[in-house]
């Protein structure tokens, strides 16, 4: 459809394309009606992509050749199957799970013919209000697994205090946060940065790009980006306990790729790398529900002038931030870190300094904790850890 008519079927349009195909009827109908959804999510973010490392979705077949160059078969792509509640029965006395067949694979197109699911659960795991189960195929391992998607309502906790910390993310610090008016920390992207880096490399050397080594190396990638998100929000959400806060101010990065007239920003050539495999829509989802376990609610803010603008006198002026990681005011006479800067505005809401839940301006306007963040780095096996400080050994 797209080479005919140059647009991106949506997944309505593959369904009515796809409903009479056989392949369709192999899986209950609604596990179907779901592969073509998930299909055509993969093609809309493909096709909407900027970025030429991005690969199309692996929908390629894989041919088999024999020691004569004949084939001898070929692989269709593993995709991810889900059931939901009307292919599913779930027996919980046995711990089974019956999953509907699709009509192809019955011996009447209405039988109630299933395959049945034996599973086992950790001591003190009970699985209950089971939502969708999901057939995901791990490449790695090279077999497929079942996973359970179950619903639970936890009640979610009084929040730890009234404090309000801000958050601003980017791309040489990942995200800078400030914490009332008495604490900041930093989070440095390097990590992100180096496997950015690292792994196209690694993908462009290889010969095929939907090889084996290639989609390791995609897998690691990806599996290396998810658990730094899940880190950083955790040691956030830690942290915010801690200093009794209950709300975070997170600056909301919609047109962030484009200036106040809406052409694309030029960030110089490593810049723009850095900046089309920016996931904060993904981290920031990761820190609301984290949060929310804690009774810390997450509110995205404008991010306007927060960069060019004072957080200690209100001064805005573009010449100020003099260094990537340099801000300084000329009227307060005071120097300190330029994300952190960002942050605090964030925190205070400028923009929304006249509503009702606006954080108080009032108390210590120091700079000291501006211009000396606490810094932690990311540990692969142990998360978030403090930088070591230099000491000077010198006589």
């Not at 299909?39 to 041919?63: H, I, M, Q, T, V």
């Not at 009447?108 to 969708?132: C, D, F, K, M, S």
């Not at 981290?283 to 929310?292: D, H, S």
Request: proline share 4%.
């Amino acid at each position: 459809m797209w080479a005919e008519t140059g647009e991106i079927p949506d997944h309505e349009e593959l369904k009515d394309e796809l409903k009479t195909h056989p392949k369709y009827k192999g899986l209950h109908s609604q596990s179907s009606q779901r592969v073509l959804e998930e299909l055509a999510e993969a093609f809309n973010s493909w096709y909407s992509s900027d970025d030429d490392r991005d690969n199309p979705p692996g929908y390629r077949k894989r041919n088999y050749y024999d020691d004569e160059g004949r084939r001898v078969h070929e692989e269709h792509p593993r995709s991810t199957v889900t059931w939901k509640q009307n292919g599913i029965r779930h027996d919980t006395k046995n711990n089974r799970v019956r999953l509907s067949k699709g009509a192809n694979h019955k011996e009447h197109p209405r039988a109630w013919e299933y395959i049945l699911v034996e599973y086992e659960t950790r001591p003190g795991v009970t699985v209950e209000n089971l939502q969708q189960v999901r057939a995901v195929y791990d490449q790695q391992r090279e077999r497929w697994e079942l996973h359970l998607v179950c619903k639970d309502e936890i009640e979610t906790p009084t929040a730890p205090g009234n404090e309000t910390a801000g958050i601003d993310l980017g791309i040489s610090n990942f995200a800078a946060v400030a914490y009332s008016t008495e604490d900041a920390d930093l989070y440095p992207g390097n990590r992100l940065k180096q496997d950015g880096y690292y792994f196209p490399k690694e993908i462009a050397t290889c010969d095929d790009s939907g090889g084996e080594r290639a989609t390791r190396l995609h897998q690691t990638w990806s599996e290396r980006r998810t658990h730094f998100f899940h880190s950083l929000a955790k040691h956030i959400v830690e942290r915010c306990v801690e200093k009794r806060v209950g709300r975070i101010n997170v600056g909301d990065l919609e047109g962030v790729r484009e200036d106040d007239d809406g052409e694309a920003k030029n960030w110089g050539k490593h810049g723009n790398l850095d900046l089309h495999g920016w996931a904060f829509d993904r981290f920031t989802n990761i820190l609301e529900y984290k949060a929310k376990v804690e009774g810390i609610t997450v509110v995205e803010v404008s991010e306007r002038d927060t960069s060019k603008t004072c957080c200690v006198c209100g001064r805005e002026d573009d010449g100020q931030r003099v260094e990537r990681g340099l801000y300084v005011c000329e009227a307060c006479d005071v120097a300190f870190n330029a994300d952190v800067n960002g942050a605090e505005n964030i925190r205070l809401d400028l923009n929304e300094s006249n509503s009702e839940s606006a954080p108080d301006l009032g108390g210590d306007r120091s700079t000291g904790w501006l211009a000396q963040p606490g810094v932690y780095l990311h540990d692969l096996s142990r998360g978030f850890q403090p930088r070591a400080e230099v000491v000077d050994c010198k006589p």
